[in-house]
């Protein structure tokens, strides 16, 4: 069993800076691919961002390509997603999931195993 906590979001304006946390619990972290979704007001849960198990490799959405930076600390089992020149339409609660399915990136991500409760983005204008 893995447990998953997001931290670090908030009420921030356009044009800001936030970097979420994800801090797993048990043993598998490093086993699994982690990635972040998002779900906005009456729209449904989307991809963001994704990251290999050891690292090496990163996968973006493209509305985020270039704002949005994805990373992991194994030793801390954490994840992480630096989020620059927040817009409005980043508003959203953000979710951490970790795929321990399939060898890439995208078959770990199609299904996650395990999410966490979520954090909160506003991004007002």
């Known amino acids: 069993q893995v447990q998953l906590v997001e931290s670090g979001g908030g009420l921030v304006q356009a044009g800001e800076s936030l970097r979420l946390s994800c801090a797993a619990s048990g043993r598998t972290f490093s086993s699994s691919v982690m990635g972040w979704f998002r779900q906005a007001p009456g729209k449904e849960r989307e991809f963001v961002a994704a990251i290999s198990r050891i690292g090496s490799n990163t996968d973006y959405a493209d509305s985020v390509k270039g704002r949005f930076t994805i990373s992991r600390d194994n030793a801390k089992n954490t994840v992480y997603l630096q989020i620059h020149n927040l817009k409005p339409e980043d508003t959203a609660v953000y979710y951490c999931?970790?795929?321990?399915?399939?060898?890439?990136?995208?078959?770990?991500?199609?299904?996650?195993?395990?999410w966490g409760q979520g954090t909160q983005v506003t991004v007002s204008s």
């Open positions: 999931a970790a795929g321990r399915r399939g060898i890439t990136i995208a078959q770990a991500m199609n299904s996650p195993d395990y």
